[in-house]
T-cell receptor
Framework: IAGITQAPTSQILAAGRRMTLRCTQD?????MYWYRQDLGLGLRLIHY???????GKGEVPDGYSVSRANTDDFPLTLASAVPSQTSVYFC????????????FGAGSRLTVL | AQSVAQPEDQVNVAEGNPLTVKCTYS??????LFWYVQYPNRGLQFLLK??????LVKGSYGFEAEFNKSQTSFHLKKPSALVSDSALYFC?????????????FGAGTRLAVHP
């Protein structure tokens, strides 16, 4: 089934550790996004990529980095995790960079202690 | 900056009754508006969008939304609610900022449909 695969599904992490959340899509979508979902705040954009080889900062990029080496993969890295990064992280993609209709992954729940 | 507001944290409806989930927007220019639904432990799923044309937009699972420019609203509706409609609903608006397009999401409204 075409879609987005995120891993891990859930992770508990000690503060200060490095963590990479993986995201892979098989729809050949050009644009990809990382959002975090926090209660009462909805979804906030962390980083985006309009096409392979390019990335950009969203609303809340601090403490996160991304790379887009190819069309399919868009990993999100926390270099040194802090408790405020406890959240549910969603990867999404869209056919073009217009961000009209997004397809979302099932999410990665991250707890930083 | 563009924004959307969902004034209700939760909406409770009896099965078979009509439902409305409210959304108001604040944009400069013509709005691109969206509704997404999130079922437990799942990612968001696209329901419908308004870009231009008919103010009444029909989407997935029998949902529709009415774009009202004078009231700056884009409420989600369904004539007859199902228990399986219970989920978290997000309104969103597209914004162009810093050379890229992004979706700005509301805080979400939890819909509970009771048998």
């Amino acid at each position: 089934i075409a879609g987005i695969t995120q891993a891990p599904t859930s992770q508990i992490l000690a503060a200060g550790r490095r963590m990479t959340l993986r995201c892979t899509q098989d729809m050949r979508h050009n644009a990809m996004y990382w959002y975090r979902q926090d209660l009462g705040l909805g979804l906030r954009l962390i980083h985006y990529s309009n096409t392979a080889g390019t990335t950009g900062k969203g609303e809340v990029p601090d403490g996160y980095s991304v790379s887009r080496a190819n069309t399919d993969d868009f990993p999100l890295t926390l270099a040194s995790a802090v408790p405020s990064q406890t959240s549910v992280y969603f990867c999404a993609s869209s056919e073009a960079s217009g961000a009209n209709v997004l397809t979302f992954g099932a999410g990665s729940r991250l707890t930083v202690l | 900056a563009q924004s959307v507001a969902q004034p209700e944290d939760q909406v409770n409806v009896a099965e078979g009754n009509p439902l409305t989930v409210k959304c108001t927007y604040s944009v400069s220019g013509n709005p691109y508006l969206f509704w997404y639904v999130q079922y437990p432990n799942r990612g968001l799923q696209f329901l419908l969008k308004y870009i231009t044309g008919d103010n009444l937009v029909k989407g997935s699972y029998g949902f529709e939304a009415e774009f009202n420019k004078s009231q700056t609203s884009f409420h989600l509706k369904k004539p007859s609610a199902l228990v399986s409609d219970s989920a978290l609903y997000f309104c969103a608006v597209r914004e162009r900022s810093g050379g890229y397009n992004k979706l700005i999401f509301g805080a979400g409204t939890r819909l509970a449909v009771h048998p």
